[in-house]
């Protein structure tokens, strides 16, 4: 890894990593092609997935609705533009206004929305194969070798309910981004970045056992990859660059060095999600929620004698 002696993520606990044998892709999904858009009354959505999660872009109309009816686990629904929405999950109701984050409780739910706008919902794969189905994935990405089968952290310590978060909140002091987690993802939302990134102070690195996934909401991104070598030629995979415009997805696999730079002239923005949520930037209490959950063990991974890169960060 290499981050600047002034960056906090230099602050993360390491894990150690084993070499791997096989590398899965990376893959990047747009949110704007019209040739993979699923239109419904009253809006219209993209989907796109990693092995752990699946992501819904939505344009809504006012009056437009996303229900689910038995997700197994919480899961998440952003409110890109400031918009108005009802909520029911499990009995409950509530109104959200604003750039809002909300945490659905497991169940059955129901969006309803009183202004047109962009939302993202997000959900833990075993809870929405039916979605999985419809994001036309990398099999070999969704299969990654180095990321284990999908696990929620502990339950609130105050029960399962809805729980809405601003979503323009300010980070908690010495975090290196505004974080929040859940029982099933951590979201790491990256500040508003404005013209290019400058490429003297990159961050290049990887993680060892977890897909990061980069939403660009706003602006243009262009992401810098590099796959270790391992032991088998045949799987050694070429350095790429990969430019992401809004609104699109990138999903890095686990184990490949990678780093990203804003580079259009206006505003930028790029949200991360986790599933499940990373053990790393809860051990050093960021999440803004963090009283809300118990903090998932850092898991121990035995490192092989001859060592891989074992820093972990965003």
């Not at 969704?142 to 310590?157: K, R, S």
């Not at 929040?180 to 993802?185: E, M, Q, Y």
């Amino acid at each position: 890894m290499s981050f600047a002696q002034s960056d906090p993520r230099l602050a993360l606990p390491p894990i150690a990593a084993p070499e791997p044998e096989r590398l899965a892709p990376h893959q990047v999904y747009s949110f704007s092609d019209e040739a993979t858009v699923h239109v419904e009354p009253g809006k219209r959505t993209w989907y796109g997935c990693g092995k752990t999660f699946v992501i819904g872009y939505s344009d809504v109309e006012a009056g437009a609705t996303i229900e689910r009816e038995n997700e197994i686990d919480e899961h998440l629904v952003v409110l890109h533009d400031a918009g108005d929405v009802d909520i029911e999950a499990n009995g409950e109701t509530q109104n959200a206004k604003g750039r809002v984050l909300v945490i659905l409780p497991p169940g059955k739910s129901r969006l309803t929305f009183n202004t047109p706008g962009r939302v993202v919902c997000v959900y833990t794969a075993r809870s929405a194969p039916d979605l999985i189905a419809l994001c036309d994935a990398d099999p070999v990405m969704m299969n990654d070798p180095n990321v284990p089968e999908y696990a929620p952290a502990g339950a609130p310590f105050d029960g399962y309910k809805i729980r809405v978060y601003d979503f323009d909140a300010e980070p908690m002091p010495g975090a290196y981004a505004a974080v929040w987690r859940c029982s099933s993802f951590l979201v790491l939302r990256g500040s508003w970045k404005k013209g290019q990134r400058d490429t003297s102070m990159m961050s290049p690195h990887s993680h060892v056992n977890f897909q990061q996934s980069n939403l660009v909401l706003e602006g243009e991104y262009r992401a810098n990859l590099r796959w270790p070598w391992v032991r088998n030629k045949a799987e050694w995979r070429r350095d790429e660059q990969i430019d992401i415009a809004a609104p699109g997805l990138l999903i890095t696999p686990a184990q490949t060095t990678h780093t990203i730079e804003h580079r259009a002239d206006g505003f930028n923005h790029c949200v991360d999600f986790y599933a499940p949520p990373r053990p790393d930037f809860a051990a050093l209490g960021w999440a803004l929620n963090d009283a809300e959950y118990p903090r998932p063990p850092m898991q121990a991974v035995e490192k092989e004698a001859d060592g891989v890169d074992s820093a972990v960060a965003a």
